[in-house]
């Protein structure tokens, strides 16, 4: 089955840094990735739409200043969180879409706990 | 405004008891809803449906839908402690090609 890889799993920093997530489609292309974050005992809470080669489409309420992000290649998509503050402290999530019918086709990535002190 | 709604939030089980996990939903253009368990990770998928009344089935786990009344039932029959986890339900549709979530349920078997 297709796998989507993050990387890193679990990343602590001070507050006021940067950190940079990245999502990887292993053994296909991915059209569009996904990225959610989700708060403790939430649901997923979707961030934004990344589109291989154009600007992402961020969810109402979610800074685009704040929350970079790069789809340079069809197997590649990075989030970063600029200047991290202790609010922003989350595991966040991607997934990819291999085209076609989204259901079908989205894989998730494993995740990545963001702890910011 | 599209939205999915998961009950209950929570829920504590013994060993061996049965539940169900209800998900209602007012998406525009439904496509399908679909089932995740998550644990300390990222979601797994589960079922995914698109017609009403058709169960789905795998091992403990059924789930069927009904589009006249917009929700879905996800039932577990002898649940173990395996199977204490976050339930999602998602449904796919709405004005933009992304999945909508739900609430989530938190599902707690104990022993």
């Known amino acids: 089955g297709a796998v989507v890889s993050q990387h890193p799993s679990r990343v602590i920093c001070k507050s006021g840094t940067s950190v940079k997530i990245e999502c990887r489609s292993l053994?296909?292309?991915?059209?569009?990735m996904f990225w959610y974050r989700q708060f403790p005992k939430q649901s997923l809470m979707l961030m934004a739409t990344?589109?291989?080669?154009?600007?992402?489409?961020?969810e109402q309420g979610v800074e685009k200043d704040k929350f970079l992000i790069n789809h340079a290649s069809l197997t590649l998509s990075t989030l970063t969180v600029t200047s991290a503050h202790p609010e922003d402290s989350s595991f966040y999530i991607c997934?990819?879409?291999?085209?076609?019918?989204?259901?079908?086709?989205?894989?998730f990535g494993p995740g990545t706990r963001l702890l910011v002190l | 405004e599209d939205k999915v709604v998961q009950s209950p939030l929570s829920l504590v089980v013994h060993e061996g008891d049965t539940v169900t996990l209800n998900c209602s939903y007012e998406?525009?253009?439904?496509?399908?809803l679909l089932w995740y368990k998550q644990e300390k990770k990222a979601p797994t998928f589960l079922f995914m449906l698109?017609?009403?009344?058709i169960e789905k089935k795998s091992g403990r786990l059924s789930s069927i839908l009904d589009k006249k009344e917009l929700f879905s039932i996800l039932n577990i029959t002898a649940t173990q402690t395996g199977d204490s986890a976050v339930y999602l339900c998602?449904?796919?549709?709405?004005?933009?090609?992304?999945?909508?979530f739900g609430t989530g349920t938190l599902l707690a078997v104990q022993p």
């Open positions: 997934s990819a879409n291999s085209g076609g019918r989204l259901e079908e086709t989205q894989y």
């Open positions: 053994d296909f292309q991915a059209t569009t």
């Open positions: 990344s589109n291989e080669g154009s600007k992402a489409t961020y």
């Open positions: 998406v525009t253009n439904f496509r399908s």
């Open positions: 698109t017609s009403s009344g």
């Open positions: 998602a449904v796919g549709g709405g004005a933009t090609n992304k999945l909508i």
